[in-house]
């Protein structure tokens, strides 16, 4: 989704927009790498608004997801929402040489070369950071048991898990005397 500069007058312009997840080549790699897969399109609603010397931008991003639980391997569907604000100046084009310390809003400020402001990056970013790095089906999922691999979700199983796991095998017969 793209705006343009000069339609951007006194009053706020309110977008909405579906866009195909094949838009955005960073979620593409994501679906082709087994992260995730995109059971819709990407809806898509800004306000832009003109302020001062930069634009502000709040916008929502919503879509599912289908993803494996990392801890049971099975598969589960789930909502992926995003709220953000963007603010947006225009490039100086000088090079900064020194380091400078960045205040709290210039973490969430953009600046645009031009005469329009493609929002696709922000949108493929906060999609991103919206999928989990270890996805849970559930928060209490119980996974999968470690001697005979049946999913402890849907039935229980008759071995003994009361040894520690193979990682700690080798601490077993170490005492600690004080």
Avoid: W
Avoid at 3 to 15: A, E, G, N, P, S
């Amino acid at each position: 989704m793209k705006v343009r500069i000069v339609d951007l007058k006194d009053k706020m312009l309110v977008l909405t927009a579906e866009e195909p997840v094949a838009d955005y080549p960073d979620l593409v790699s994501m679906v082709d790498a087994g992260d995730c897969e995109f059971l819709a399109p990407l809806r898509l609603s800004f306000s832009v608004a003109r302020e001062f010397d930069h634009i502000r931008v709040a916008g929502k991003v919503e879509t599912a997801v289908m993803m494996n639980c990392s801890l049971c391997l099975g598969e589960y569907d789930t909502e992926i929402a995003s709220s953000f604000t963007v603010f947006y100046t225009k490039a100086s084009g000088m090079a900064l040489d020194e380091e400078v310390e960045l205040a709290e809003e210039d973490l969430i400020s953009k600046s645009y070369e031009g005469d329009e402001i493609d929002f696709a990056p922000e949108v493929a970013e906060q999609v991103i950071m919206e999928i989990p790095f270890k996805p849970l089906c559930k928060e209490d999922c119980a996974g999968l048991c470690s001697k005979c691999g049946v999913n402890l979700n849907e039935t229980a199983c008759n071995c003994d898990r009361s040894e520690g796991g193979f990682k700690f095998g080798a601490l077993k017969g170490i005492k600690i005397e004080k």
